[in-house]
């Protein structure tokens, strides 16, 4: 089973809020992913977790704060974003085979939609 | 860094007919080439990939080709049905520290009934 999920399906938020994506895979996949997909436009790459440790962060905003609690989870906290950070979120995951992430496949969940008012 | 062009960025064809769609890359390190295809409301679905040790790789109605030399690989879908209209996203990676995948812009592709 390559499934990975993610919940909520939807968010809506104020500018002030506090609030939280989770992703969960059951696949002992030791590499965890974030991106962030616009409308129409391909996944960027937010973060990438490998057993459990941040390894990647593509110079991503502090006022998104990802976490990974164990090897199953990928938790993203949301504080004081801004209307422009609406947009689809996808988790992904993969095996982490050798030391390279690239070449690992990766399986994305279904996504969260967030809009930021 | 790599650079991943997709060609075109729509393609209508008609149900029963072939649809190939074409992706350039740029870093001739990359080695790692998967495909994907997305549907509205979901997130991105691994239909195949391709290693740079292979030049063809076949499922069902679905093969990717390599071409290595000219820095392109492309999709083939074979006897289209309505459900394979989607986005399809072209990605390529190198193997390295810090290697990511780099997405091509997607390409709409519409299946007429």
């Known amino acids: 089973d390559t499934e990975v999920t993610q919940t909520p399906k939807h968010l809506v938020m104020g500018m002030t809020n506090k609030k939280s994506l989770k992703c969960e895979q059951h696949?002992?996949?030791?590499?965890m992913y974030w991106y962030k997909q616009k409308a129409k436009k391909p996944p960027e790459l937010m973060f990438v977790?490998?057993?459990?440790?941040?390894?990647i962060n593509e110079s991503v905003p502090s006022r998104f704060s990802p976490e990974c609690p164990n090897s199953s989870l990928l938790n993203l906290h949301l504080h004081a974003l801004q209307p422009e950070d609406s947009a689809l979120y996808l988790c992904?995951?993969?095996?982490?085979?050798?030391?390279?992430?690239?070449?690992?496949?990766?399986?994305f969940g279904p996504g969260t939609r967030l809009t930021v008012l | 860094g790599e650079n991943v062009e997709q060609h075109p960025s729509t393609l209508s064809v008609q149900e029963g007919d072939s649809a190939v769609i074409k992706c350039t890359y740029s870093?001739?390190?990359?080695?790692?080439f998967p495909w994907y295809k997305q549907e509205l409301g979901k997130g991105p679905q691994l239909i195949i990939d391709?290693?740079?040790?292979?030049g063809e790789k076949k499922d069902q109605r679905i093969a990717v080709t390599l071409n290595k030399t000219a820095k392109h690989f492309s999709l083939h879908i074979t006897e289209t049905q309505p459900e394979d209209s989607a986005v399809y996203f072209c990605a390529a990676s190198t193997t390295g520290a810090n290697s990511k995948l780099t997405f091509g812009k997607g390409i709409t592709l519409s299946v007429r009934p």
């Open positions: 870093d001739s390190a990359s080695n790692y």
């Open positions: 992904a995951s993969s095996r982490k085979k050798g030391d390279f992430f690239g070449t690992d496949t990766q399986y």
């Open positions: 977790y490998s057993y459990e440790k941040l390894s």
């Open positions: 696949m002992g996949h030791r590499a």
């Open positions: 391709i290693r740079s040790n292979v």
